[in-house]
């Protein structure tokens, strides 16, 4: 079931999969949240869950389920989570249409 507030790549569900199967304490999905912090004032976070919080959105899509934290909900509407890995680095990106900037190291925005 795909939801409005937030879509997976396969590269995203793939991972969040992988890091679930080879957890040694169980999870049920991941929680996403927002934290204030970094460069230009906003940075993403994301924790092993083991229950939906009483407030969460729930994303389930692509055989994973993510929690999405009610006081981050309004800033990731829309947003695409995706895994990429490439010559320097590997790492979940957000790519959310209500940023309206990023820092230069890219690990906080604002809206």
């Not at 995203?12 to 970094?38: C, F, K, M, N, Q």
């Amino acid at each position: 079931m795909a939801s409005t507030v937030m879509t997976l790549t396969d590269a995203a569900a793939e991972r969040v999969r992988h890091l679930l199967a080879t957890r040694s304490e169980p999870a049920d999905g991941l929680r996403i949240g927002i934290r204030t912090g970094g460069c230009s004032g906003m940075a993403y976070e994301m924790a092993f869950a083991a229950e939906k919080a009483p407030l969460d959105e729930v994303v389930e899509e692509k055989g994973v389920r993510i929690y999405v934290d009610s006081k981050a909900l309004m800033f990731l509407i829309g947003t695409e989570m995706d895994y990429v890995i490439d010559k320097l680095q590997s790492g979940f990106v957000f790519n959310n249409p209500n940023e309206k900037g990023r820092c230069g190291c890219g690990e906080s925005f604002h809206v």
